[in-house]
T-cell receptor, first 112, second 111 residues
Framework: EDKVVQSPLSLVVHEGDTVTLNCSYE??????LLWYKQEKKAPTFLFML????IEKKSGRLSSILDKKELFSILNITATQTGDSAVYLC????????????FGQGTRLTINP | DAGVTQSPTHLIKTRGQQVTLRCSPI?????VSWYQQVLGQGPQFIFQ???????GRGNFPDRFSARQFPNYSSELNVNALLLGDSALYLC??????????FGPGTRLTVL
């Protein structure tokens, strides 16, 4: 059965800290790994990773994929209170449908 | 461009009732997927439709059904509602099957 596991499930840090969120997966017919940020309702797209070892960056956020070890990390530097959210990792698997298999999410809280 | 839209935003039903949720994809996107997100969990795949055809179905009972219309909008129907169907129902659209963009969701409460 396809599985995506995120750790930690919850993280509380102070503004300005750097955080690393982890995602490991076991999925048949892997196509890509995606990170989303969910604040209230709609998950908003952050990154899509397809190739191993190539870092994707957007401002203070960066992510990298290791397809040999089957994991990805999401780094956030110089955290701000607006970074408080649930971060979801999803793996795109092609099994007839292109479905996303999600992890449980990491709830990140940034205290001022 | 407008994003994915869903209606209604909130819905309260009682056990045994039926519900229809609606989704309009981003203009130009022909694929729509439905996900169920129970509180504290990640979204779970329910259905994917492309060009009005069902492309895949997750591990959900036959009480769940969906369809896609010629304008690529979609409806999700749930019959004989159970308390456990209470969740946020998310619709996502995509152009290329790879990046999926989510709507704001419909919060369904079953009493």
């Amino acid at each position: 059965e396809d599985k995506v596991v995120q750790s930690p499930l919850s993280l509380v840090v102070h503004e300005g800290d750097t955080v690393t969120l982890n995602c490991s997966y076991e999925v048949t017919n892997f196509r890509s790994l995606l990170w989303y940020k969910q604040e209230k309702k709609a998950p908003t797209f952050l990154f899509m990773l397809t190739s191993s070892g190539i870092e994707k960056k957007s401002g203070r956020l960066s992510s990298i994929l290791d397809k040999k070890e089957l994991f990805s990390i999401l780094n956030i530097t110089a955290t701000q209170t607006g970074d408080s959210a649930v971060y979801l990792c999803a793996v795109a698997a092609l099994q007839g449908a292109q479905k996303l298999v999600f992890g449980q999410g990491t709830r990140l809280t940034i205290n001022p | 461009d407008a994003g994915v839209t869903q209606s209604p935003t909130h819905l309260i039903k009682t056990r045994g009732q039926q519900v229809t949720l609606r989704c309009s994809p981003i203009s130009g996107h022909k694929s729509v997927s439905w996900y169920q997100q129970v509180l504290g969990q990640g979204p779970q795949f329910i259905f994917q439709y492309y060009e009005k055809e069902e492309r895949g179905r997750g591990n959900f009972p036959d009480r769940f059904s969906a369809r896609q219309f010629p304008n690529y909008s979609s409806e999700l129907n749930v019959n004989a509602l159970l308390l456990g169907d209470s969740a946020l129902y998310l619709c996502a659209s995509s152009r290329s099957f790879v990046e999926q963009f989510f709507g704001p969701g419909t919060r369904l409460t079953v009493l």
